[in-house]
């Protein structure tokens, strides 16, 4: 059964830092390019961060220099650190696994950034 447990959201102001992980297990974690999505209410689920297997990585532009994706295929998990948060980075954010033709979502994990 695969599993991507997200953790590490919360409230923080704008300006602050927060450190989101993602644990997986059921997986090849090492085969599988790992991502970051986030989604609002009532609006469509938006790329925040991916990174290939072998660590390339992509950032959406509202995030650039911002947040850093980082993964550790020895402990199966995917980071994603956020820096100088801003209000409009409050969302639930998701955990992704995926390789052609088959994909994996956690639950969510919401981030608050108060002004």
């Known amino acids: 059964q695969v599993q991507l447990v997200e953790s590490g959201g919360g409230l923080a102001q704008a300006g602050g830092s927060l450190r989101l992980s993602c644990a997986a297990s059921g997986i090849i974690f090492s085969i599988n390019t790992m991502g970051w999505y986030r989604q609002a209410p009532e609006k469509q689920r938006e790329l925040v961060a991916t990174?290939?297997?072998?660590?390339?990585?992509n950032y959406a532009d509202s995030v650039k220099g911002r947040f850093t994706i980082s993964r550790d295929n020895a402990k199966n998990t995917v980071y994603l650190q956020m820096n100088s948060l801003k209000p409009e980075d409050t969302d639930v954010y998701y955990c992704?696994?995926?390789?052609?033709?088959?994909?994996?979502w956690g639950q969510g994990t919401q981030v608050t950034v108060s002004s």
């Open positions: 992704n696994a995926h390789r052609p033709n088959i994909a994996y």
């Open positions: 990174i290939a297997t072998d660590s390339s990585t």
